[in-house]
């Protein structure tokens, strides 16, 4: 399987377009469009799932992809845009920062990536080193923007990038066991509601979502 | 033979269950000295005859079964185990009832030291050793809840468990093939493999038997122990380590070793020697003088130790048995009067109710049978001629002495010098035995208690005189004793290497130096014999009883029946002249003088407070070390999430670039 044939194309295309909404994802300074990304790479995720079912003709790759369009493509995003709307208008963009660096820094991520994944996946199917490079391009990007990001809600976005990307990496490999997924799926969940309740109180308190508010504050109320 | 340490093992197994209820301390112990009693009775048969090759037990790590022999190098050190161990137990069964955890972990400490004398692999060597250095902590702590005994048994852990780790370490370079010795013997280290494994058992075993500079527990958990345990520790622990370190610097790396391999340990056993005999003359506590006195024999037996290794390494074998000789001689020989001074000084300090010699005095007087056993033991530790201590010394000088057989001029030097320490510390140690037997036996009482001190009697008598008859013993038939080592030597050095014996005598080679002990023994007999009946038999005076001097003090005053304790010299007092001297090499010194303020009448103070340099030098600056590196890691908590998310986000690329750049090379 290579070039020109259809499993891998599809499987490439999806999984550029997802590394392509990593990198609107990094740029994007509406809270609003964020989430929208967000739940487009979510969607594209369960689509790369099911279609790696169809290729390698394993259904649970399908519950997979049903668990990553419910949670990532609705719940998640449904549940940002309701934080998102309790928020005062001026929160609804972000102060601008170093764009263009971060989007050289992650173009600079891919090529490490890549670097690192091809020599090493050598005897692999072309589909799975191609899928795990891409794969760990969207987690670098993912850490890349919980870095560079200032807002809480950003910084939940970073963190289900690399959800994805984890979760595109184990529907890569042939053979990966459901449980794992469902429990990684799971753990996102909650990872997130958490991470929501964070964020509302830190709202609450402080009246801002810039993480580095939190610092001088540290040690305190126990 | 299997069956017979199989079933010693299993009893002390036992014994150990019932110790854990507290019930029938005396059973323990005696029991426990039933099976020592076993273990002698193993070595003896395996030194007079055949040993047991190494027979696979059915039970072992996962990998292999365990392994076990009794070669001659461990029946030898089988039966140093079982000199110390049966007078010690006998001694602890006279005492009153110890604690329950003691009881238990006698019978585990005992058990522990056979396990890694008759291993023949080294997982079992390192179990033996790791239940010998937990039991003999638990030893220790049992009988310290808390406070300055506490920490002692603190330290004393974490050395033993430092030699422990550096022992696994040595073993995984010496046994890539498998832990079996015939396995290692078969692939022996070498290059830089054999040089770190000579470091890690240089600091493994060497920390256990006290070397410098790990040294500084053996002053401090020796004397926290329970009497018994303290002979056990200072007779037959430091032995084991020492059959470690000739186990796996001697024996398993192969005979092709260099002859440089000597020099650290001469080194390290020259300083270790001459710290230990300053420091006994410094002490204040009668167990510690023992202690430190065991600190100077093993600096003695592994300077020996040393230069068996330099002359195998430069092809002279009959000085290399000479060497040999005398470190397995003067083992046993040390094993014997150290367990006698140990529970002289433990009788001692039960009887007489304290361990500060300053408050002993004149117990010859009420104590006459633990201060003949006490003088013996003494005597031998200084090494007088017709004793045990003298024959291997002797050994061990001549040996130094042939140094300059050795080609390379450097060796010849470093053995000259060393042969210079090795002579003072020698007659330090004799310094400090004086000093111990002069202050706790001679002079006057200076306490009631020690006055009114009762003598050992019963089963405790027992206990002294049988290490006593056996230094005797040892001291008059040190030759045949010392022939039942041909087996090690041979098995250590090649067949035709000969202990250094004939007859009744010790002689190096056949036309060389030769002592005869029993003459030496017979002559002095005559002497002794002959002045006493010519001063009792054959004088005409009557003889008659004068008052002591009292050095020219007033005589004391009515509230002091016996005497001004402030007109006998005391501990530190006579300690001073070898303090102010050479104090200072072992320890760091301060002192303070505190006038008494003009017309006040208090008297002015002295105060003076000694800390061993291993402190110093070595433990201080490691804590010092240690608290800046945990206040740098302290400060890694005060980074804001920014910098904690990129610290693990600039890992991460950083270990991905590693791995992309060596796969591109």
């Not at chain 2, 046993?332 to 001692?348: E, P, R, S, Y």
Request: glycine share 10%.
């Amino acid at each position: 399987m290579g070039i020109g044939e259809l499993p891998y194309d599809v499987a490439h295309v999806l999984g550029g377009a997802m590394l392509l909404v990593s990198f609107v994802l990094l740029y994007q300074r509406r809270v609003a469009s964020l989430v929208n990304a967000l739940a487009l790479q979510g969607a594209l995720l369960a689509m790369a799932a099911v279609w790696q079912g169809y290729v390698q003709g394993a259904p649970q790759l399908y519950v997979t992809g049903l668990i990553a369009l419910v949670a990532k493509g609705v719940l998640i995003p449904i549940f940002l845009r309701r934080m998102m709307r309790k928020l005062a208008p001026g929160h609804h963009t972000e102060p601008a920062s170093n764009i263009g660096l971060s989007m050289i820094g992650g173009a600079l991520l891919v090529a490490l990536a890549i670097l690192v994944v091809l020599p090493v996946t050598t005897g692999a199917k072309a589909l799975a080193r191609e899928d795990l490079a891409v794969a760990l391009s969207i987690i670098l990007l993912g850490l890349l923007m919980m870095l560079m990001r200032r807002s809480a809600l950003a910084q939940i976005a970073g963190l289900m990038t690399m959800e994805n990307g984890l979760v595109l990496a184990a529907i890569g490999v042939a053979g990966m066991p459901l449980v794992i997924e469902l429990s990684t799926a799971g753990l996102v969940l909650v990872a997130a509601v958490i991470a929501g309740l964070f964020a509302r109180v830190m709202h609450e308190r402080f009246d801002s979502l810039d993480t580095d508010m939190l610092d001088p504050h540290r040690g305190e109320g126990r | 033979m299997l069956t017979l340490l199989g079933a010693c093992l299993l009893a002390l197994l036992g014994l150990s269950a019932l110790g854990v209820t507290g019930r029938a301390p005396r059973v323990v112990f005696l029991g426990c000295a039933a099976a020592a009693a076993g273990f002698g009775l193993a070595a003896a048969i395996a030194l007079t005859g055949d040993g047991m090759a190494a027979t696979a037990l059915p039970v072992g790590p996962p990998w292999a079964p365990s392994l076990v022999a009794l070669d001659p190098l461990s029946a030898w050190f089988l039966l140093i185990l079982a000199v110390v161990a049966v007078p010690a137990l006998l001694f602890a069964a006279a005492s009153p009832a110890p604690p329950p955890a003691e009881g238990a972990a006698f019978p585990l400490f005992l058990a522990g030291m056979a396990a890694v004398l008759v291993a023949a692999d080294g997982f079992t060597l390192l179990l033996g050793f790791e239940l010998m250095s937990l039991a003999s902590w638990a030893l220790i702590a049992a009988r310290h809840p808390t406070g300055v005994g506490r920490r002692t048994a603190r330290l004393y852990l974490a050395f033993a468990a430092f030699s422990g780790l550096c022992l696994i370490a040595g073993f995984a370079l010496l046994a890539p093939a498998g832990l079996g010795f015939a396995a290692i013997r078969a692939a022996p280290p070498e290059g830089w493999r054999a040089a770190m494994v000579l470091i890690l058992v240089l600091l493994g075993a060497g920390s256990k038997a006290g070397l410098a500079p790990f040294h500084i527990w053996l002053p401090l958990a020796h004397p926290a122990a329970a009497t018994p345990v303290s002979a056990l520790m200072s007779g037959a622990m430091v032995k084991v380590a020492l059959y470690v370190m000739i186990r796996l610097l001697l024996d398993l790396p192969g005979p092709a070793q260099p002859a440089w391999w000597g020099l650290p340990l001469i080194g390290l056993g020259a300083a270790t020697a001459l710290i230990g005999a300053l420091r006994a003359n410094l002490e204040r506590d009668i167990k510690a003088i023992l202690a430190c006195s065991t600190l100077e024999n093993m600096g003695l037996i592994v300077v020996g130790l040393g230069l068996a290794l330099v002359f195998r390494g430069s092809d002279l074998r009959p000085l290399a048995s000479l060497a040999l000789a005398a470190v397995l001689l003067h083992a046993l020989n040390h094993a014997g009067f150290k367990t006698l001074l140990f529970l002289c000084a433990g009788a001692v300090a039960s009887l007489a109710g304290s361990r500060d010699p300053d408050r002993l005095g004149g117990l010859i007087h009420r104590m006459p049978w633990v201060a003949g056993c006490a003088m013996l033991g003494a005597f031998s530790a200084a090494a007088l001629p017709p004793l045990s201590g003298f024959a291997s010394e002797w050994l061990l000088l001549q040996s130094l002495i042939q140094g300059w057989r050795v080609a390379e001029m450097s060796i010849q030097l470093i053995a000259a010098g060393t042969l210079a320490v090795v002579g003072m510390a020698v007659g330090l140690a004799a310094a400090a035995m004086v000093r111990l037997l002069g202050l706790v036996f001679l002079g006057r009482p200076r306490t009631p208690r020690a006055a009114g001190a009762p003598d050992a009697v019963g089963m405790m008598r027992v206990a002294l005189l049988l290490p006593a008859a056996l230094s005797l013993l040892l001291a008059v038939l040190a030759a045949p004793m010392l022939s039942l080592t041909g087996g090690a030597i041979r098995q250590l050095l090649g067949a035709n290497a000969l202990a250094p014996v004939a007859g009744f005598d010790l002689v190096l080679g056949d036309a060389g130096a030769r002592y005869a002990p029993w003459a030496v023994a017979l002559l002095l007999a005559l002497a002794v014999g002959l002045t006493w009946l010519a001063v009792r038999r054959r004088s005409s005076l009557a003889p008659t009883r004068e008052p002591a001097w009292d050095g020219g003090f007033m005589p004391p005053p009515p509230h002091l029946p016996f005497g001004d304790p402030l007109s006998q010299v005391s501990a530190m007092g006579l300690g001073q002249p070898i303090r102010r001297s050479l104090g200072r090499v072992a320890l760091a010194i301060r002192e303070r003088h505190y006038p008494a303020m003009p017309g006040d009448p208090a008297t002015a103070t002295l105060r003076v407070d000694t800390e061993d340099r291993g402190f110093t030098q070595m433990l201080y600056p490691l804590a010092r070390l240690r608290r800046r590196l945990s206040r740098r890691a302290e400060a890694l908590r005060g980074r804001t999430l920014r910098i904690n998310l990129s610290l693990a986000f600039g890992t991460l690329v950083f270990l991905l670039a590693l791995v992309a750049w060596l796969e591109r090379g």
